[in-house]
């Protein structure tokens, strides 16, 4: 499938270190709690320590009187209005507000401090007075649902209770089709909430001046969303708020919402003096957002041969005590199942369900991960009951190039998870693999192979507007600024739209400097999510610089007298087809002094189409039997991205969502105390993330030969769509290393060894 | 307030702190040394290694007390005169970088290996390096970028 327009691009398919490597290589990246402004204050704020109460009382004065305190925060002196945290539903759903009367989960925010020293800020909390009514606490979504669960939100802003909005689609007959079916496979399968885990916490530095402009600086996703939510929150227009995103030490969907901005912002319009206010490790995993726990309800209707011929969904999704992106993420995972099968007949319903835990929000995969998880695990549990190899079961299902979303018809773009999946066995070796799977099934060290399938999108076409606004000017010498909305969070985007550039103006990296995600400073673009990064805002950057080439051609072409359609750029010049040249620096300077103008365009790139990408993941794991514990012994990811820009990166991207993935499967699991409310792995000593040790020594990480006609340079997306596939590559491979059933995640070494127990339980 | 001297990355250094301060906040707050960075506070995620007398250490974990007379190396110690030191260099080239917060604790982590090893084994570069938490990379290019920077120290 290797494409002609793949030959001779020397900076498209290249290995490009990430913008600004060397200064985050020597420690000069200046994040966000890195930077000090004179007269800067320091802020803490105080966490809700009960689930859900009403605040009959808070008195701030001791805390007030402390020296060195210059302004304490409440909901009693600051703006009450309603709010969405998160950019994609900023309208839609407001249920938050800077500081509530109520407090609704363990961690919510109740009051804060500015003072001259963060540790005079921790006292001054410990002199606030409050004293709460206690209200009844549901840290359950399908509990929360129940009739005479206590509401949670009264404000006319959800569906109805404690339900923010019913996500249901459907396409084809599936009651008749599950009718009809000669077997129907029934499971439920559960996933913890999940923290980011970026090892930048959440931060914000908030300057209020003189002029009455707002300026925050903060780590941000979604930087025009955040003005945007400001500008309405401290009622201020939009001239007047300006959101900066300096560096981003890692995202991955939790720095979308608004959470940290608000309250530093506050604080500086309060003292008016520069407010800093950073989040401890504590507070990034218990007061900021997560991964959605969920419960799902899975129903597969099979022919005896194999054939799925019914999928039938019900996802129960905690949402947390605010309603934030959840419905988002539900209607994103919601379209997911439509996009790899081949069956006709598939319902989703979801419910987001308001409850009184940790906000969810988005996350990497958005939904995805969960669903995956489910449906890919139940395809293993039919292989096993069918006696029909996973790879046959697979291979009869999974949708093809001309596949379609069976609601619509819409084509999937490029689909090639088979050969993804061919390619995954390959590399693993999944015959002798599976030969060791058997051979092992009475030793105590078993061994197992497990294979997950995954999807996920390229943007939001068809939801929103689903536009990226880029600006480029020539400099004097043929060096260029390119002004991108977009923020280098570690995924190599910013890299990307530069090569984009480089290529079209053939100029070599080192010549475009960025002016990077600033509402003051570059266009509007709908945010650094949603996997747009390379299908959408690389696309962006490839027309802005088409646009530059269109411009310094028409110079050139009258410099050169040969018509500007017969030029090529390369080396830093425009190249006559019979060899003649003018360099890049002469015709911006022919521009300035003969034709008196300044080489500049700004652009709008809005995405028309919306492809998927796909990756198959499988995994060899040995199982010890008495312990329960788990070595993953190797693992093959392989993913069709079409064409890649910039394979160095890609592979970093998938090789990272492997750390996340397998901790999702293994061990990483916020949990919820049932007593206090309270997450109950809090630092991260108890919140285990995978270090280098716990990694697969064998890890094989390809990308397909390929190319999607609808994306820049036949690319598309990699970096959520990395982390989907993993969940159920672990969770099939302990399941056939153990020949048992593991539902829950994550699936911990007492897990197994229940499960174990229980098949031994079941055969006596 | 307590007088403390220690060596900085080899200038004498003398400092005003309580000695009851983290060496991490007296790095980042009164030295604006902020290469060195905060991910925790509880010693496990290695965002603020420095090598204290040769080992690779958690600043965070570190009363500034404790430093009088002894010999500190931070991230900033390793760029000299415009030139970055192989271990950077490497980090650069394998792609070992991608948002870059947890970089120079991993550099810092390396480098306090590399001193001691000149040609560490894959055991050994992993056995350095996991104490240090990386969200982005799956650890893959950073263990490639230690083998490649000892290639090149060895150079």
Same mark, same amino acid.
């Given at each position: 499938?290797?494409?002609?327009?793949?030959?001779?691009?020397?900076?498209?398919? &290249?290995?490009?270190?990430?913008?600004?490597?060397?200064?985050?290589?020597?420690?000069?990246?200046?994040?966000? $709690?890195?930077?000090?402004?004179?007269?800067?204050?320091?802020?803490?704020?105080?966490?809700?320590?009960?689930?859900?109460?009403?605040?009959?009382?808070?008195?701030?004065?001791?805390?007030?009187?402390?020296?060195?305190?210059? &302004?304490?925060?409440?909901?009693?002196?600051?703006?009450?209005?309603?709010?969405?945290?998160?950019?994609?539903?900023?309208?839609?759903?407001?249920?938050?507000?800077?500081?509530?009367?109520?407090?609704?989960?363990?961690?919510?925010?109740?009051?804060?401090?500015?003072?001259?020293?963060?540790?005079?800020?921790?006292?001054?909390?410990?002199?606030?007075?409050?004293?709460?009514?206690?209200?009844?606490?549901?840290?359950?979504?399908?509990?929360?649902?129940?009739?005479?669960?206590?509401?949670?939100?009264?404000?006319?802003?959800?569906?109805?209770?404690?339900?923010?909005?019913?996500?249901?689609?459907?396409?084809?007959?599936?009651?008749?089709?599950?009718?009809?079916?000669?077997?129907?496979?029934?499971?439920?399968?559960?996933?913890?909430?999940?923290?980011?885990?970026?090892?930048?916490?959440?931060?914000?530095?908030?300057?209020?001046?003189?002029?009455?402009?707002?300026?925050?600086?903060?780590?941000?996703?979604?930087?025009?969303?955040?003005?945007?939510?400001?500008?309405?929150?401290?009622?201020?227009?939009?001239?007047?708020?300006?959101?900066?995103?300096?560096?981003?030490?890692?995202?991955?969907?939790?720095?979308?919402?608004?959470?940290?901005?608000?309250?530093?912002?506050?604080?500086?319009?309060?003292?008016?003096?520069?407010?800093?206010?950073?989040?401890?490790?504590?507070?990034?995993?218990?007061?900021? /957002?997560?991964?959605?726990?969920?419960?799902?309800?899975?129903?597969?209707?099979?022919?005896?041969?194999?054939?799925?011929?019914?999928?039938?969904?019900?996802?129960?999704?905690?949402?947390? $005590?605010?309603?934030?992106?959840?419905?988002?993420?539900?209607?994103?995972?919601?379209?997911?199942?439509?996009?790899?099968?081949?069956?006709?007949?598939?319902?989703?319903?979801?419910?987001?369900?308001?409850?009184?835990?940790?906000?969810?929000?988005?996350?990497?995969?958005?939904?995805?991960?969960?669903?995956?998880?489910?449906?890919?695990?139940?395809?293993?549990?039919?292989?096993?009951?069918?006696?029909?190899?996973?790879?046959?079961?697979?291979? +009869?299902?999974?949708?093809?190039?001309?596949?379609?979303?069976?609601?619509?018809?819409?084509?999937?773009?490029?689909?090639?998870?088979?050969?993804?999946?061919? /390619?995954?066995?390959?590399?693993?070796?999944?015959?002798?693999?599976?030969?060791?799977?058997?051979?092992?099934?009475?030793?105590?060290?078993?061994?197992?192979?497990?294979?997950?399938?995954?999807?996920?999108?390229?943007?939001?076409?068809?939801?929103?507007?689903?536009?990226?606004?880029?600006?480029?000017?020539?400099?004097?010498?043929?060096?260029?600024?390119?002004?991108?909305?977009?923020?280098?969070?570690?995924?190599?985007?910013?890299?990307?739209?530069?090569?984009?550039?480089?290529?079209?103006?053939?100029?070599?990296?080192?010549?475009?400097?960025?002016?990077?995600?600033?509402?003051?400073?570059?266009?509007?673009?709908?945010?650094?999510?949603?996997?747009?990064?390379?299908?959408?805002?690389?696309?962006?950057?490839?027309?802005?610089?088409?646009?530059?080439?269109?411009?310094?051609?028409?110079?050139?072409?009258?410099?050169?007298?040969?018509?500007?359609?017969?030029?090529?750029?390369?080396?830093? &010049?425009?190249?006559?087809?019979?060899?003649?040249?003018?360099?890049?620096?002469?015709?911006?300077?022919?521009?300035?002094?003969?034709?008196? +103008?300044?080489?500049?365009?700004?652009?709008?790139?809005?995405?028309?189409?919306?492809?998927?990408?796909?990756?198959?993941?499988?995994?060899?794991?040995?199982?010890?039997?008495?312990?329960?514990?788990?070595?993953?012994?190797?693992?093959?990811?392989?993913?069709?991205?079409?064409?890649?820009?910039?394979?160095?990166?890609?592979?970093?991207?998938?090789?990272?969502?492997?750390?996340?993935?397998?901790?999702?499967?293994?061990?990483?699991?916020?949990?919820?105390?049932?007593?206090?409310?309270?997450?109950?792995?809090?630092?991260?000593?108890?919140?285990?993330?995978?270090?280098?040790?716990?990694?697969?020594?064998?890890?094989?990480?390809?990308?397909?030969?390929?190319?999607?006609?609808?994306?820049?340079?036949?690319?598309?997306?990699?970096?959520?769509?990395?982390?989907?596939?993993?969940?159920?590559?672990?969770?099939?491979?302990?399941?056939?290393?153990?020949?048992?059933?593991?539902?829950?995640?994550?699936?911990?070494?007492?897990?197994?060894?229940?499960?174990?127990?229980?098949?031994?339980?079941?055969?006596? | 307030?307590?007088?403390?001297?220690?060596?900085?990355?080899?200038?004498?250094?003398?400092?005003?702190?309580?000695?009851?301060?983290?060496?991490?906040?007296?790095?980042?707050?009164?030295?604006?040394?902020?290469?060195?960075?905060?991910?925790?506070?509880?010693?496990?995620?290695?965002?603020?290694?420095?090598?204290?007398?040769?080992? $690779? +250490?958690?600043?965070?974990?570190?009363?500034?007390?404790?430093?009088?007379?002894?010999?500190?190396?931070?991230?900033?110690?390793?760029?000299?005169?415009?030139?970055?030191?192989?271990?950077?260099?490497?980090?650069?080239?394998?792609?070992?970088?991608?948002?870059?917060?947890?970089?120079?604790?991993?550099?810092?982590?390396?480098?306090?290996?590399?001193?001691?090893?000149?040609?560490?084994?894959?055991?050994?570069?992993?056995?350095?390096?996991?104490?240090?938490?990386?969200?982005?990379?799956?650890?893959?290019?950073?263990?490639? &970028?230690?083998?490649?920077? $000892?290639?090149?120290?060895?150079?």
């Amino acid at each position: 499938m290797a494409d002609q327009t793949k030959q001779e691009h020397p900076y498209i398919g &290249a290995n490009i270190p990430i913008a600004q490597a060397a200064l985050k290589a020597t420690g000069q990246m200046i994040f966000t $709690a890195d930077m000090k402004l004179p007269h800067m204050l320091h802020a803490k704020v105080l966490f809700s320590p009960r689930p859900h109460a009403r605040i009959v009382k808070i008195d701030t004065t001791r805390a007030e009187a402390l020296p060195g305190v210059h &302004a304490v925060i409440t909901h009693k002196n600051t703006p009450n209005r309603f709010y969405n945290s998160c950019g994609e539903v900023l309208n839609e759903y407001m249920t938050e507000q800077l500081f509530s009367p109520v407090v609704r989960y363990v961690g919510d925010k109740v009051a804060a401090v500015a003072a001259d020293t963060e540790k005079i800020a921790e006292a001054a909390l410990k002199l606030i007075d409050v004293e709460y009514e206690d209200l009844p606490a549901n840290y359950d979504p399908e509990r929360a649902l129940d009739e005479n669960a206590y509401v949670i939100h009264d404000n006319g802003e959800l569906e109805r209770g404690n339900l923010i909005l019913t996500v249901a689609q459907s396409s084809g007959d599936v009651d008749s089709a599950m009718a009809k079916a000669d077997r129907v496979f029934s499971d439920v399968y559960e996933c913890p909430a999940i923290h980011h885990g970026a090892m930048e916490t959440h931060v914000s530095l908030a300057v209020y001046d003189a002029e009455g402009m707002l300026t925050v600086y903060t780590p941000s996703q979604d930087t025009f969303a955040k003005r945007r939510n400001l500008a309405n929150i401290f009622d201020l227009p939009m001239s007047k708020v300006r959101v900066s995103v300096p560096a981003i030490g890692g995202a991955f969907g939790g720095k979308i919402d608004l959470i940290t901005e608000p309250i530093a912002a506050a604080l500086a319009i309060k003292t008016c003096r520069p407010v800093r206010l950073v989040y401890n490790r504590t507070e990034d995993i218990c007061s900021t /957002r997560n991964r959605h726990a969920m419960r799902l309800y899975l129903r597969t209707g099979v022919m005896n041969d194999g054939t799925i011929v019914a999928e039938d969904m019900r996802a129960y999704v905690n949402a947390g $005590a605010y309603a934030s992106g959840t419905t988002s993420v539900v209607w994103a995972m919601c379209g997911r199942l439509f996009k790899v099968h081949q069956c006709p007949n598939v319902r989703f319903v979801g419910y987001p369900v308001i409850t009184n835990t940790t906000i969810g929000g988005p996350m990497r995969g958005f939904g995805s991960p969960q669903l995956f998880f489910a449906q890919q695990r139940q395809m293993n549990t039919i292989s096993k009951a069918l006696g029909i190899d996973m790879l046959e079961l697979q291979r +009869k299902n999974l949708t093809t190039q001309q596949g379609a979303d069976p609601r619509n018809q819409l084509p999937h773009g490029n689909a090639r998870p088979i050969d993804c999946l061919n /390619r995954a066995a390959e590399r693993i070796g999944y015959d002798a693999a599976c030969a060791e799977q058997q051979e092992s099934a009475n030793d105590r060290y078993r061994i197992g192979v497990g294979i997950g399938v995954g999807a996920h999108g390229n943007g939001m076409y068809g939801v929103k507007a689903d536009i990226t606004g880029l600006m480029l000017k020539m400099n004097c010498d043929g060096t260029c600024v390119l002004f991108t909305p977009s923020n280098e969070m570690g995924n190599s985007s910013v890299t990307l739209q530069k090569q984009m550039v480089a290529e079209t103006l053939g100029m070599p990296l080192g010549d475009i400097d960025c002016v990077e995600a600033d509402t003051r400073l570059t266009p509007y673009q709908l945010g650094d999510y949603s996997s747009r990064g390379t299908f959408v805002s690389g696309h962006g950057a490839l027309k802005i610089a088409t646009s530059m080439q269109a411009l310094l051609a028409e110079v050139a072409g009258r410099m050169l007298g040969v018509p500007a359609d017969s030029l090529r750029f390369a080396d830093r &010049a425009a190249i006559a087809p019979d060899g003649r040249r003018v360099s890049l620096e002469q015709i911006v300077l022919y521009s300035r002094d003969h034709d008196q +103008k300044e080489l500049m365009c700004a652009e709008s790139f809005a995405s028309q189409a919306a492809v998927m990408s796909y990756g198959a993941h499988i995994a060899k794991v040995r199982v010890d039997t008495e312990t329960g514990e788990v070595k993953v012994l190797s693992y093959a990811a392989i993913h069709d991205v079409g064409n890649a820009i910039n394979p160095l990166s890609v592979t970093g991207q998938i090789e990272g969502a492997l750390q996340m993935g397998l901790g999702n499967a293994l061990s990483e699991d916020m949990g919820v105390d049932e007593k206090t409310g309270a997450v109950k792995n809090r630092t991260l000593k108890r919140y285990k993330m995978l270090y280098a040790g716990d990694m697969p020594r064998e890890l094989t990480v390809e990308v397909l030969d390929s190319f999607e006609p609808a994306g820049p340079f036949g690319a598309k997306s990699i970096g959520e769509c990395s982390v989907v596939p993993t969940l159920s590559a672990i969770g099939n491979a302990i399941a056939n290393a153990i020949d048992a059933e593991v539902n829950n995640l994550p699936i911990t070494k007492e897990k197994i060894l229940e499960a174990i127990a229980k098949k031994t339980e079941n055969k006596a | 307030m307590d007088q403390i001297s220690f060596m900085l990355n080899g200038v004498q250094t003398q400092i005003q702190a309580d000695k009851n301060w983290t060496l991490l906040y007296v790095l980042r707050e009164v030295c604006d040394l902020t290469g060195t960075k905060c991910g925790c506070s509880t010693g496990d995620c290695g965002a603020c290694k420095v090598i204290l007398d040769g080992e $690779a +250490k958690n600043a965070c974990l570190i009363k500034i007390g404790s430093l009088e007379g002894r010999r500190l190396e931070t991230i900033e110690g390793l760029f000299h005169n415009g030139k970055l030191h192989p271990i950077q260099q490497a980090f650069i080239e394998s792609g070992a970088i991608q948002c870059g917060f947890c970089t120079p604790g991993m550099i810092i982590s390396a480098k306090a290996l590399l001193d001691r090893v000149s040609n560490p084994t894959d055991d050994e570069i992993i056995e350095a390096l996991n104490n240090n938490l990386c969200r982005c990379t799956g650890y893959v290019k950073i263990i490639e &970028a230690v083998r490649m920077a $000892a290639r090149l120290l060895a150079e």
